[in-house]
Protein backbone atom coordinates (compact mmCIF):
# COMPACT_ATOMS: atom_id res chain seq x y z
CA UNK A 1 0.00 0.00 0.00
CA UNK A 2 1.64 2.94 -1.03
CA UNK A 3 0.00 5.73 0.68
CA UNK A 4 1.10 4.34 3.80
CA UNK A 5 4.39 3.96 2.83
CA UNK A 6 5.06 7.09 1.79
CA UNK A 7 4.29 8.49 5.39
CA UNK A 8 6.36 5.29 6.95
CA UNK A 9 9.37 5.48 5.05
CA UNK A 10 9.49 9.48 6.10
CA UNK A 11 9.10 7.83 10.11
CA UNK A 12 11.83 5.55 9.35
CA UNK A 13 14.07 8.00 7.90
CA UNK A 14 13.97 9.87 11.02
CA UNK A 15 13.84 6.98 13.39
CA UNK A 16 16.13 5.10 12.38
CA UNK A 17 18.75 6.07 10.10
CA UNK A 18 21.24 4.15 11.30
CA UNK A 19 19.47 0.85 11.57
CA UNK A 20 20.35 -0.31 7.84
CA UNK A 21 20.39 -4.67 7.69
CA UNK A 22 23.75 -5.78 8.03
CA UNK A 23 24.53 -8.28 5.48
CA UNK A 24 27.03 -10.72 4.99
CA UNK A 25 29.57 -11.57 2.47
CA UNK A 26 28.84 -14.46 0.62
CA UNK A 27 28.33 -15.27 -3.38
CA UNK A 28 26.73 -18.13 -5.37
CA UNK A 29 22.94 -18.87 -4.91
CA UNK A 30 20.39 -18.29 -2.89
CA UNK A 31 22.38 -15.26 -1.13
CA UNK A 32 21.11 -11.97 -0.28
CA UNK A 33 20.59 -9.97 -3.97
CA UNK A 34 19.78 -7.01 -5.63
CA UNK A 35 16.61 -6.76 -7.95
CA UNK A 36 18.79 -5.36 -11.34
CA UNK A 37 15.60 -5.33 -13.94
CA UNK A 38 14.55 -1.78 -14.32
CA UNK A 39 11.02 -2.94 -15.09
CA UNK A 40 10.58 -4.36 -11.43
CA UNK A 41 9.87 -1.56 -9.15
CA UNK A 42 7.34 -2.82 -7.18
CA UNK A 43 8.52 -6.54 -6.46
CA UNK A 44 5.66 -7.67 -3.93
CA UNK A 45 5.88 -11.62 -3.79
CA UNK A 46 8.55 -14.10 -4.26
CA UNK A 47 8.68 -17.43 -4.84
CA UNK A 48 11.87 -19.88 -4.94
CA UNK A 49 12.03 -21.92 -8.18
CA UNK A 50 12.54 -25.98 -7.60
CA UNK A 51 13.02 -26.50 -11.21
CA UNK A 52 15.58 -23.67 -11.09
CA UNK A 53 18.25 -23.56 -8.08
CA UNK A 54 18.68 -19.98 -7.40
CA UNK A 55 15.53 -18.69 -9.24
CA UNK A 56 13.28 -16.59 -7.38
CA UNK A 57 9.67 -16.16 -9.56
CA UNK A 58 8.38 -12.51 -8.26
CA UNK A 59 6.03 -9.86 -10.31
CA UNK A 60 5.15 -6.30 -9.42
CA UNK A 61 2.38 -4.91 -7.80
CA UNK A 62 0.18 -2.92 -9.94
CA UNK A 63 -0.16 -1.65 -12.96
CA UNK A 64 2.26 -3.63 -14.70
CA UNK A 65 0.25 -6.18 -16.34
CA UNK A 66 0.11 -10.51 -16.55
CA UNK A 67 3.86 -10.53 -16.36
CA UNK A 68 6.10 -12.54 -13.57
CA UNK A 69 9.59 -12.51 -13.57
CA UNK A 70 12.20 -15.02 -12.99
CA UNK A 71 15.43 -13.96 -11.37
CA UNK A 72 18.71 -15.84 -10.68
CA UNK A 73 19.74 -14.33 -7.25
CA UNK A 74 23.86 -15.17 -8.19
CA UNK A 75 22.97 -12.14 -10.26
CA UNK A 76 20.23 -10.21 -9.42
CA UNK A 77 19.50 -10.03 -13.10
CA UNK A 78 16.04 -11.39 -14.71
CA UNK A 79 16.64 -14.71 -16.79
CA UNK A 80 13.17 -14.54 -18.03
CA UNK A 81 9.64 -13.28 -18.04
CA UNK A 82 6.51 -14.72 -18.26
CA UNK A 83 3.21 -13.33 -19.72
CA UNK A 84 0.24 -14.98 -18.84
CA UNK A 85 -2.69 -15.67 -21.12
CA UNK A 86 -5.88 -16.66 -20.30
CA UNK A 87 -7.10 -14.15 -17.54
CA UNK A 88 -8.09 -11.04 -17.41
CA UNK A 89 -6.10 -7.69 -17.05
CA UNK A 90 -4.52 -7.92 -13.37
CA UNK A 91 -5.91 -5.33 -10.93
CA UNK A 92 -3.45 -5.55 -7.79
CA UNK A 93 -1.18 -8.53 -7.97
CA UNK A 94 -0.04 -9.20 -4.23
CA UNK A 95 1.63 -12.94 -3.85
CA UNK A 96 2.91 -15.68 -5.85
CA UNK A 97 3.30 -19.23 -3.86
CA UNK A 98 4.68 -22.54 -5.62
CA UNK A 99 2.55 -25.74 -5.16
CA UNK A 100 3.33 -29.05 -5.12
CA UNK A 101 1.85 -29.74 -8.20
CA UNK A 102 4.31 -27.91 -9.67
CA UNK A 103 2.48 -25.07 -10.75
CA UNK A 104 3.28 -21.24 -9.71
CA UNK A 105 0.17 -19.54 -7.85
CA UNK A 106 -0.31 -15.51 -8.39
CA UNK A 107 -2.75 -13.79 -6.40
CA UNK A 108 -4.43 -10.39 -7.41
CA UNK A 109 -5.63 -10.68 -4.60
CA UNK A 110 -4.50 -6.44 -3.20
CA UNK A 111 -7.78 -4.47 -2.33
CA UNK A 112 -6.70 -0.72 -1.36
CA UNK A 113 -10.01 0.51 -1.01
CA UNK A 114 -10.47 -1.05 1.94
CA UNK A 115 -12.45 -4.01 0.21
CA UNK A 116 -14.88 -2.82 -1.74
CA UNK A 117 -14.46 -5.64 -4.34
CA UNK A 118 -16.77 -8.35 -4.13
CA UNK A 119 -13.84 -10.84 -5.39
CA UNK A 120 -10.67 -11.13 -6.24
CA UNK A 121 -8.31 -13.54 -8.51
CA UNK A 122 -5.62 -16.33 -8.47
CA UNK A 123 -4.21 -17.31 -11.67
CA UNK A 124 -2.08 -20.91 -11.81
CA UNK A 125 0.64 -21.83 -14.33
CA UNK A 126 3.08 -24.83 -14.30
CA UNK A 127 6.78 -23.59 -13.75
CA UNK A 128 8.31 -23.55 -17.03
CA UNK A 129 11.03 -26.18 -17.34
CA UNK A 130 13.53 -24.18 -19.35
CA UNK A 131 14.07 -19.97 -18.50
CA UNK A 132 13.48 -17.96 -21.52
CA UNK A 133 11.08 -15.25 -22.24
CA UNK A 134 7.43 -17.32 -22.94
CA UNK A 135 4.05 -17.02 -23.09
CA UNK A 136 2.11 -19.78 -21.02
CA UNK A 137 -1.61 -20.69 -20.74
CA UNK A 138 -2.83 -19.81 -17.53
CA UNK A 139 -5.73 -20.49 -15.32
CA UNK A 140 -8.27 -18.07 -13.89
CA UNK A 141 -9.77 -18.76 -10.13
CA UNK A 142 -12.34 -16.70 -8.44
CA UNK A 143 -12.15 -16.39 -5.23
CA UNK A 144 -14.71 -14.49 -2.75
CA UNK A 145 -14.16 -14.43 1.17
CA UNK A 146 -17.36 -16.42 3.52
CA UNK A 147 -17.04 -12.96 5.78
CA UNK A 148 -17.23 -10.38 2.88
CA UNK A 149 -14.60 -8.50 1.16
CA UNK A 150 -11.41 -7.72 2.61
CA UNK A 151 -7.78 -6.45 1.23
CA UNK A 152 -4.99 -9.24 1.44
CA UNK A 153 -1.35 -9.64 0.38
CA UNK A 154 -0.70 -12.88 1.50
CA UNK A 155 -1.05 -15.94 -0.26
CA UNK A 156 0.36 -19.34 0.83
CA UNK A 157 -0.05 -22.98 -1.45
CA UNK A 158 0.81 -26.02 1.56
CA UNK A 159 3.74 -27.91 0.12
CA UNK A 160 2.53 -31.04 1.14
CA UNK A 161 -1.93 -30.90 0.77
CA UNK A 162 -2.08 -28.40 -1.90
CA UNK A 163 -4.11 -26.23 -0.45
CA UNK A 164 -4.59 -22.30 -0.66
CA UNK A 165 -4.68 -19.97 2.13
CA UNK A 166 -4.93 -16.13 2.13
CA UNK A 167 -3.75 -13.50 4.94
CA UNK A 168 -5.74 -10.32 5.21
CA UNK A 169 -4.71 -7.26 5.35
CA UNK A 170 -5.82 -5.01 8.54
CA UNK A 171 -4.17 -2.52 10.30
CA UNK A 172 -6.11 -3.97 13.54
CA UNK A 173 -5.27 -7.56 12.48
CA UNK A 174 -5.96 -9.34 9.71
CA UNK A 175 -7.06 -13.54 9.37
CA UNK A 176 -6.28 -16.57 7.77
CA UNK A 177 -8.56 -17.40 5.06
CA UNK A 178 -8.63 -21.38 4.15
CA UNK A 179 -9.89 -22.34 0.18
CA UNK A 180 -11.27 -25.38 -1.00
CA UNK A 181 -9.82 -28.80 -0.68
CA UNK A 182 -8.91 -27.62 -4.72
CA UNK A 183 -9.86 -25.04 -7.04
CA UNK A 184 -12.30 -24.92 -9.37
CA UNK A 185 -13.36 -23.33 -12.84
CA UNK A 186 -16.27 -21.97 -13.56
CA UNK A 187 -17.86 -21.17 -10.04
CA UNK A 188 -16.37 -18.73 -7.19
CA UNK A 189 -14.32 -20.29 -4.54
CA UNK A 190 -15.10 -19.46 -1.14
CA UNK A 191 -12.40 -18.94 1.09
CA UNK A 192 -13.38 -18.97 4.92
CA UNK A 193 -11.54 -17.97 8.23
CA UNK A 194 -9.89 -19.94 10.58
CA UNK A 195 -7.04 -17.90 12.35
CA UNK A 196 -6.42 -14.41 13.70
CA UNK A 197 -3.40 -13.46 12.17
CA UNK A 198 -1.67 -9.65 12.58
CA UNK A 199 -1.01 -7.03 10.08
CA UNK A 200 0.48 -8.72 6.78
CA UNK A 201 1.81 -8.04 4.38
CA UNK A 202 3.44 -11.42 2.81
CA UNK A 203 3.81 -14.70 4.19
CA UNK A 204 5.43 -18.75 3.10
CA UNK A 205 5.30 -22.15 4.14
CA UNK A 206 8.09 -23.68 5.76
CA UNK A 207 9.12 -27.17 2.30
CA UNK A 208 7.70 -29.53 5.05
CA UNK A 209 4.73 -27.41 5.34
CA UNK A 210 5.10 -27.87 9.22
CA UNK A 211 5.70 -23.90 9.75
CA UNK A 212 3.89 -20.83 8.47
CA UNK A 213 5.97 -17.58 8.51
CA UNK A 214 3.87 -14.48 8.53
CA UNK A 215 5.65 -10.96 7.70
CA UNK A 216 4.66 -7.23 8.08
CA UNK A 217 6.30 -3.90 7.61
CA UNK A 218 8.42 -3.78 11.03
CA UNK A 219 8.36 -7.57 11.71
CA UNK A 220 7.54 -11.59 11.01
CA UNK A 221 6.52 -14.31 13.05
CA UNK A 222 6.02 -18.16 13.09
CA UNK A 223 3.60 -20.26 13.71
CA UNK A 224 3.06 -23.89 14.39
CA UNK A 225 0.66 -25.32 11.01
CA UNK A 226 -0.83 -28.63 12.03
CA UNK A 227 -3.80 -30.25 10.26
CA UNK A 228 -4.43 -26.66 8.78
CA UNK A 229 -5.06 -24.65 11.59
CA UNK A 230 -1.83 -22.17 13.55
CA UNK A 231 -0.32 -23.40 16.60
CA UNK A 232 2.03 -21.56 18.93
CA UNK A 233 4.14 -18.40 17.89
CA UNK A 234 7.32 -16.88 18.09
CA UNK A 235 9.35 -14.08 16.72
CA UNK A 236 11.23 -14.46 13.58
CA UNK A 237 14.08 -11.86 13.26
CA UNK A 238 13.46 -10.19 9.86
CA UNK A 239 15.74 -7.04 8.43
CA UNK A 240 14.13 -3.62 8.17
CA UNK A 241 13.35 -2.61 4.87
CA UNK A 242 11.99 0.45 3.57
CA UNK A 243 8.88 -1.04 1.81
CA UNK A 244 8.85 -4.98 3.46
CA UNK A 245 6.56 -6.88 1.02
CA UNK A 246 7.33 -10.03 0.29
CA UNK A 247 9.38 -13.41 1.96
CA UNK A 248 9.77 -17.03 0.98
CA UNK A 249 12.30 -19.58 1.94
CA UNK A 250 14.72 -21.27 0.02
CA UNK A 251 13.91 -24.13 -1.48
CA UNK A 252 15.84 -26.70 0.62
CA UNK A 253 14.48 -24.93 3.73
CA UNK A 254 17.62 -23.55 5.20
CA UNK A 255 17.30 -19.93 5.39
CA UNK A 256 13.97 -17.60 4.90
CA UNK A 257 14.66 -14.71 1.52
CA UNK A 258 12.94 -11.15 2.70
CA UNK A 259 12.15 -8.75 0.07
CA UNK A 260 11.15 -4.91 -0.55
CA UNK A 261 9.50 -2.70 -3.07
CA UNK A 262 11.74 -0.28 -5.09
CA UNK A 263 13.79 0.26 -7.71
CA UNK A 264 16.79 -2.29 -7.66
CA UNK A 265 15.26 -3.60 -4.22
CA UNK A 266 16.90 -5.95 -2.05
CA UNK A 267 16.53 -9.68 -1.21
CA UNK A 268 18.11 -10.18 2.20
CA UNK A 269 18.68 -13.71 3.37
CA UNK A 270 18.58 -14.82 6.86
CA UNK A 271 19.60 -18.39 7.69
CA UNK A 272 17.81 -20.45 10.29
CA UNK A 273 19.02 -21.63 12.93
CA UNK A 274 18.23 -24.95 13.24
CA UNK A 275 20.71 -25.60 16.94
CA UNK A 276 18.89 -25.27 20.48
CA UNK A 277 18.47 -21.25 20.28
CA UNK A 278 15.68 -21.75 18.01
CA UNK A 279 13.32 -23.36 20.61
CA UNK A 280 11.79 -25.77 17.75
CA UNK A 281 14.82 -25.89 15.64
CA UNK A 282 13.32 -23.74 12.76
CA UNK A 283 13.73 -20.36 14.34
CA UNK A 284 15.90 -17.95 11.94
CA UNK A 285 19.23 -17.45 13.55
CA UNK A 286 19.78 -13.44 14.61
CA UNK A 287 23.47 -13.87 13.60
CA UNK A 288 22.97 -16.53 10.81
CA UNK A 289 25.32 -14.51 7.77
CA UNK A 290 22.09 -13.33 6.14
CA UNK A 291 20.78 -10.40 7.48
CA UNK A 292 19.40 -8.72 11.14
CA UNK A 293 16.94 -5.45 11.53
CA UNK A 294 20.59 -4.32 13.67
CA UNK A 295 23.45 -4.96 14.43
CA UNK A 296 23.88 -6.87 17.92
CA UNK A 297 25.61 -9.48 19.85
CA UNK A 298 23.75 -12.62 19.07
CA UNK A 299 21.80 -12.80 22.31
CA UNK A 300 18.55 -11.78 21.00
CA UNK A 301 18.88 -7.52 21.40
CA UNK A 302 18.37 -7.85 17.37
CA UNK A 303 14.60 -9.09 17.58
CA UNK A 304 14.15 -6.82 20.46
CA UNK A 305 15.33 -3.76 18.47
CA UNK A 306 13.77 -4.15 15.69
CA UNK A 307 10.22 -4.44 17.78
CA UNK A 308 11.30 -1.29 19.65
CA UNK A 309 11.80 0.27 16.08
CA UNK A 310 8.75 -1.05 14.66
CA UNK A 311 6.72 0.73 17.47
CA UNK A 312 8.58 3.43 17.14
CA UNK A 313 7.69 4.63 13.74
CA UNK A 314 4.12 3.11 14.39
CA UNK A 315 3.91 5.90 16.86
CA UNK A 316 5.67 8.52 14.27
CA UNK A 317 3.37 7.53 11.75
CA UNK A 318 0.16 8.17 13.43
CA UNK A 319 1.72 11.57 14.43
CA UNK A 320 2.16 12.30 11.11
CA UNK A 321 -1.54 10.89 10.05
CA UNK A 322 -2.92 13.03 12.81
CA UNK A 323 -1.11 16.03 11.80
CA UNK A 324 -2.04 16.03 8.06
CA UNK A 325 -6.17 15.24 8.95
CA UNK A 326 -5.89 18.33 10.89
CA UNK A 327 -4.98 20.18 8.29
CA UNK A 328 -7.20 18.80 6.11
CA UNK A 329 -9.83 20.26 8.48
CA UNK A 330 -8.17 23.38 8.88
Not at 135 to 161: C, I, S
Not at 208 to 224: I, M, N, P, T
Not at 238 to 263: C, I, K, N
Request: proline share 5%; charged share 25%; net charge negative.
Amino acid sequence: MRSYLTVSGAAALLLVAGAAPVVAAGDGADRSFTIEDPRITESSGLAASRVHPGVYWTHNDSDDGPYVYAVDSRTGKTVATITMRGVGRPRDVEAISLGPDGNLYVGDIGDNRNGSWDHVWIYRFPEPKQLRDATVDATQFDVKYADGPRNAEALMVHPTTGRVYIASKNEDGGGLYEGPAKLSTGTTNVFRKVGEVPWVTDGAFSPDGRELVLRSYFSARGYVFENGRLGADHAVSAPFQRQAESVTYTADGSALMFGTEGERSDVVRVDIDRGSGGGDGRSPSKDSGGASSSAGDGSGNETKGSTLVGALVLVAVGALVLMNRRRKRG
